[in-house]
């Protein structure tokens, strides 16, 4: 097979591990040989400060890796899937005429502002994290996010509404899921990627849990009560995970760097990019406008919060499902895929069967699918820049999602008429996002291919992007003209990437 490549694995595992004879990580087993009376390191020869650094540095796979797993998986759900559960406050909203100056496109500002606002904090949470530790920037979020519910609670204009669940939210969830969306791989090697999208997975079931709870609370309780319950569960469920949550951060050596301007500069980057941008100005429509869509054509509100629960268990239940295809059958491949068939399920599914109820449950089914980008950005980013680089390149890309994030639902509105065919503008729009995307990734998918050619890497010896990109200095080697003729060759090869 001629020179050996380093994968992923050993690489992660030769950085966690301190430059002392005493430990020797094993890259088939899932423990490490301890040191033997007389060697170096052994007994009393160790300094109380290398005995703590050893035992940061020794760790079994998975472990209390899997209560980290359980504490992300919690915070997604009272974080990202508390957010879903807005698309039941908008439809409240557009017929309840309870906010005074409100309007729909002013109500669809106030749910793109909240994940916006998130994805712009996300460089100041980062350097918190570096500053202060993982946990207290966790309990910053814990703390702006149940401060947004009570504030919200008490709402009666559109700029409270601006401010508490747009502005404070955002900033509970931008310091909540920078706090840890890094810190379930780093107890992982084997089954990093299956950990990461079982984590992922609990905004889908946390999503389901709320979208029909937030219905049946406005029911029977009234929005005040409604925001108040959620500000207590959010605060009890995200505080005691906060208190469970660990890092490894120094046991990895891991850099916390706001970003890297030179990444564009490169053409591939731009094009992981631009998946991103079309793919979430489709996904935050597609979220905040399925209880909405359902009403418009006749169904009940119950049955709009039904189809919004289903979404969100279709993406409990399909990322994890994403994230086990993706180590097999290629990550880009799958992102590219799954892509293309969101686009396609909103302009055949939702334009032509969600009329129905059964329809738009099959839809729905296929929310695994529009919600795409969340299991795949950080497998793919390390495609495209390496590991060592990818803190930085999410961190900018965190940035540039502000825009779609912001102006989504507002553009969803706008787009929107009246009628049983009120949303057929919207879904044309959608379905186009998701299909530009698609090209976009599919193009980078190309770039990878002749990286890979011109490497003389076969499907063996691919076992992680380190080996193509980012950290022995080959990619800087490797032409990077683009050649329209090869690009859309390279869109026909079949080939796991």
Same mark, same amino acid.
């Given at each position: 097979? %001629?020179?050996?490549?380093?994968?992923?694995?050993?690489?992660?595992?030769?950085r966690?591990?301190?430059?002392?004879?005493?430990?020797?990580?094993?890259?088939?087993?899932?423990?490490?040989?301890?040191?033997?009376p007389?060697?170096?390191?052994?007994?009393?020869?160790?300094?109380?400060a290398?005995?703590?650094?050893?035992?940061?540095?020794?760790?079994?796979?998975?472990?209390?890796?899997?209560?980290?797993v359980i504490?992300?998986?919690?915070?997604?759900?009272?974080?990202?899937?508390?957010?879903?559960?807005?698309?039941?406050?908008?439809?409240?909203?557009?017929?309840?005429?309870?906010?005074?100056?409100?309007?729909?496109? %002013?109500?669809?500002?106030?749910?793109?502002?909240?994940?916006?606002?998130?994805?712009?904090?996300?460089?100041?949470?980062?350097?918190?994290?570096?500053?202060?530790?993982?946990?207290?920037?966790?309990?910053?979020?814990?703390?702006?996010?149940?401060?947004s519910?009570i504030g919200?609670?008490?709402?009666?204009?559109?700029?409270?509404?601006?401010?508490?669940?747009?502005?404070?939210?955002?900033?509970?969830?931008?310091?909540?899921?920078?706090?840890?969306? %890094?810190?379930?791989?780093?107890w992982?090697?084997?089954?990093?990627?299956?950990?990461?999208?079982?984590?992922?997975?609990?905004?889908?079931?946390?999503?389901?849990?709320?979208?029909?709870?937030?219905?049946?609370?406005i029911?029977?309780?009234?929005?005040?009560?409604?925001?108040?319950?959620?500000?207590?569960?959010?605060?009890?469920?995200?505080?005691?995970?906060?208190?469970?949550?660990?890092?490894?951060?120094?046991?990895?050596g891991?850099?916390?760097?706001?970003?890297?301007?030179?990444?564009?500069?490169?053409?591939?980057?731009?094009?992981?990019?631009?998946?991103?941008?079309f793919?979430?100005?489709g996904?935050?429509?597609?979220?905040?406008?399925?209880?909405?869509?359902?009403?418009?054509?006749?169904?009940?509100?119950?049955?709009?919060?039904?189809?919004?629960?289903?979404?969100?268990?279709?993406?409990?239940v399909?990322?994890?499902?994403?994230?086990?295809?993706?180590?097999?059958?290629?990550?880009i491949?799958?992102?590219?895929?799954?892509?293309?068939?969101?686009?396609?399920?909103?302009?055949?599914?939702?334009?032509?069967?969600?009329?129905?109820?059964?329809?738009?449950?099959?839809?729905?089914?296929?929310?695994?699918?529009?919600?795409?980008?969340?299991?795949?950005?950080?497998?793919?980013?390390?495609?495209?820049?390496?590991?060592?680089?990818?803190?930085?390149?999410?961190?900018?890309?965190?940035?540039v999602?502000?825009?779609?994030?912001?102006?989504?639902?507002v553009?969803?509105?706008?787009?929107?008429?009246?009628?049983?065919?009120?949303?057929?503008?919207?879904?044309?729009?959608?379905?186009?996002?998701?299909?530009?995307?698609?090209?976009s990734?599919?193009?980078?998918?190309?770039?990878?291919?002749?990286q890979?050619?011109?490497?003389?890497?076969?499907?063996?010896?691919?076992?992680?992007?380190?080996?193509?990109?980012?950290?022995?200095?080959?990619?800087?080697?490797?032409?990077?003209?683009?050649?329209? %003729?090869?690009?859309?060759?390279?869109?026909?090869?079949?080939r796991?990437?």
């Amino acid at each position: 097979m %001629g020179t050996h490549l380093a994968t992923a694995d050993e690489q992660d595992v030769s950085r966690s591990a301190p430059e002392s004879p005493s430990i020797v990580f094993m890259d088939t087993k899932e423990h490490s040989t301890r040191p033997v009376p007389g060697e170096p390191g052994a007994g009393s020869d160790e300094t109380p400060a290398e005995t703590d650094l050893a035992e940061k540095a020794e760790f079994k796979e998975g472990g209390y890796g899997w209560v980290v797993v359980i504490s992300v998986l919690l915070v997604n759900a009272h974080t990202w899937g508390l957010n879903s559960s807005y698309a039941v406050f908008l439809a409240y909203y557009l017929r309840s005429g309870t906010i005074v100056g409100s309007s729909a496109l %002013g109500f669809a500002f106030v749910g793109g502002l909240s994940i916006s606002i998130s994805l712009l904090v996300s460089p100041i949470a980062t350097w918190c994290i570096g500053r202060f530790g993982t946990a207290l920037t966790l309990r910053i979020g814990v703390i702006f996010e149940a401060v947004s519910f009570i504030g919200a609670s008490f709402s009666t204009h559109l700029w409270h509404l601006v401010l508490s669940q747009g502005v404070c939210f955002g900033l509970g969830l931008g310091f909540s899921f920078t706090a840890t969306v %890094g810190v379930v791989p780093q107890w992982f090697i084997k089954r990093r990627s299956f950990a990461n999208s079982v984590a992922t997975c609990g905004s889908g079931f946390g999503g389901l849990t709320y979208a029909l709870a937030t219905n049946s609370m406005i029911s029977n309780l009234g929005l005040a009560w409604a925001f108040r319950i959620l500000a207590i569960l959010a605060f009890v469920v995200n505080g005691a995970c906060s208190l469970t949550l660990r890092d490894r951060n120094e046991a990895v050596g891991a850099i916390h760097t706001p970003f890297d301007k030179e990444l564009f500069k490169r053409f591939e980057f731009c094009l992981f990019i631009s998946w991103g941008f079309f793919s979430l100005l489709g996904y935050v429509i597609v979220v905040f406008s399925i209880t909405d869509y359902a009403q418009s054509v006749g169904f009940t509100a119950s049955q709009g919060s039904l189809a919004a629960a289903i979404f969100n268990l279709s993406q409990g239940v399909g990322r994890p499902l994403i994230g086990f295809a993706s180590d097999r059958l290629g990550r880009i491949n799958v992102a590219g895929i799954g892509t293309l068939i969101a686009g396609l399920a909103a302009f055949f599914l939702w334009v032509f069967a969600a009329p129905h109820f059964a329809g738009l449950i099959i839809y729905v089914l296929f929310g695994a699918f529009a919600g795409i980008i969340w299991p795949c950005v950080a497998p793919v980013g390390a495609e495209v820049v390496g590991l060592q680089l990818l803190p930085s390149a999410l961190s900018i890309y965190w940035i540039v999602l502000v825009l779609p994030a912001t102006f989504a639902e507002v553009i969803g509105l706008s787009l929107k008429t009246s009628g049983v065919g009120a949303y057929l503008n919207v879904q044309i729009f959608t379905g186009s996002m998701y299909t530009a995307a698609f090209v976009s990734l599919w193009l980078l998918r190309s770039w990878k291919l002749q990286q890979l050619a011109l490497l003389g890497l076969d499907d063996k010896q691919q076992t992680d992007s380190n080996q193509v990109t980012g950290t022995a200095g080959e990619e800087a080697s490797l032409p990077q003209k683009f050649r329209l %003729g090869t690009y859309l060759r390279g869109a026909f090869v079949i080939r796991r990437v």
